[in-house]
Nanobody
Framework: QVQLQESGGGLVQAGGSLRLSCTVYGDIRVINVMGWYRQAPEKQRELVADISIVSSPNYADSVKGRFTITRDSTKNTIYLQMDSLKPEDTAVYYC????????WGQGTQVTVSA
């Protein structure tokens, strides 16, 4: 069974930083793409950033220049460094893995106060 364990959410003031991490546990032979999505209240879930071993990281326009996604393949872990946070970044952030199937983490709350 594959599980994605997230950590690092919390409450921060605008302009502050947070780092999210997501580790994959279980029998995964091939990891194609890992990434972060977010869902704010009454909005659809949207891609924040994703990363694969064969292409450059991909970012939503709204976070380019502020967020950085990295991957530690030896630990099956990805990180999302979020800087210059804005109130509109407030959402539940979900880790996503695309392998032979698709898997989601349970979500971690990020709240940015004005």
């Amino acid at each position: 069974q594959v599980q994605l364990q997230e950590s690092g959410g919390g409450l921060v003031q605008a302009g502050g930083s947070l780092r999210l991490s997501c580790t994959v546990y279980g029998d995964i032979r091939v990891i194609n793409v890992m990434g972060w999505y977010r869902q704010a209240p009454e909005k659809q879930r949207e891609l924040v950033a994703d990363i694969s071993i064969v292409s450059s990281p991909n970012y939503a326009d709204s976070v380019k220049g502020r967020f950085t996604i990295t991957r530690d393949s030896t630990k099956n872990t990805i990180y999302l460094q979020m800087d210059s946070l804005k109130p509109e970044d407030t959402a539940v952030y979900y880790c996503n893995l695309k392998s032979r199937g698709e898997y989601w983490g349970q979500g971690t709350q990020v709240t940015v106060s004005a």
